[in-house]
């Protein structure tokens, strides 16, 4: 996909929550989005989810094409099988309903036949290691529990790219981990993978590329490592934090690497 000269004002606002934000991403690649609060990231999901301006009015320039497609102009409709989006704010259910009827509405929805819907529930249940809730109510589910099927009714449709605005959020630390590890394996598995957060410590070591907002604007676009200096004030791993601090030129992003860090420089004061 690739967007291109980007800029988006919100209907009635003076200023351009995007501004001439360009950038392209294939699949296989697991991008964060990172930015401080304000910085344009959700407007940047909803653009490439096709919500914008269809559903948030707003004035857009510039051009973003997935797989020959524009969700500018064409919106949400076109993108069944292209893009899964989960928002930032979470689904609110209001009436009970079991996980497994929630991963099998999409495509009931469609009349795709009963056989091949179970095969599929099962195998991206599989997939996020989540066969043991499908017979559970939603209200039943813990916030990571809820994030994973989330995530798993987004893969029912199949889609190639995957936008997902903070889902990290209000997520535990174990919780965080499973979810970041799932997005690589989505990634190694061929999709492209975008995740817009500003709590990096789990995902920021798996990410192939990290792209950094900074008030509507894009200001660095490269590895993990090559970024985390400008990421201080987001909320970066507090072990890269904590070398940044020391300022030592090697910034850490894991635990693991910091401790071979610290055994090559024994190794070379022996
Ligand atoms: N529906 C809207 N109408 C008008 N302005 C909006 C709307 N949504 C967002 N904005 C404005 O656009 C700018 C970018 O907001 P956006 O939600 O994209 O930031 P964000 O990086 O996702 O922030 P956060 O980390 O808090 O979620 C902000 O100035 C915000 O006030
Ligand atoms: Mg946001």
């Not at 510039?62 to 020959?68: L, P, T």
Request: hydrophobic content about 45%; aromatic content about 6%.
């Amino acid at each position: 996909m690739k967007v291109s000269n980007l800029y988006v004002r919100y209907k009635g606002e003076e200023f351009f929550a995007l501004e001439n934000v360009s950038f392209s991403a294939k699949a296989g690649e697991l991008i964060l989005i990172a930015g401080p609060s304000g910085s344009g990231k959700t407007t940047l999901a909803r653009i490439i989810a096709g919500l914008i301006p269809h559903l948030y009015p707003a004035e857009v320039k510039g051009e973003v094409d997935i797989m020959g497609i524009n969700p500018i102009t064409q919106g949400i409709s076109k993108l069944t099988g292209i893009v899964g989006f989960v928002s930032q704010t979470p689904e609110m259910f209001t009436t009970s309903i079991v996980v497994i009827e929630e991963l099998a509405m999409s495509l009931i929805n469609r009349g795709v036949p009963r056989d091949e819907i179970i095969e599929k529930v099962m195998r991206v249940a599989k997939w996020l290691r989540i066969e043991d809730l499908l017979n559970k109510s939603i209200f039943e589910l813990s916030s990571g529990q809820m994030q994973k099927v989330t995530l798993a009714s987004i893969l029912m449709d199949d889609p190639l790219v995957l936008v997902l605005d903070e889902p990290l959020a209000r997520l535990d630390k174990k919780s965080c981990l499973e979810i970041a590890r799932i997005l690589r394996e989505l990634a190694n598995n061929g999709k492209l993978v975008l995740v817009f957060e500003h709590h990096l410590d789990e995902i920021l070591p798996l990410a192939d590329r990290v792209i950094v907002l900074n008030k509507g604007r894009i200001i660095a676009n490269a590895k993990p490592r090559d970024v985390v200096k400008l990421l201080y004030n987001i909320d970066i791993p507090e072990i890269s934090e904590a070398f940044l601090l020391a300022k030592e030129d090697f910034i850490p992003l894991t635990v693991d690497e910091a401790e071979k860090y610290v055994r090559s420089i024994k190794r070379r004061m022996v």
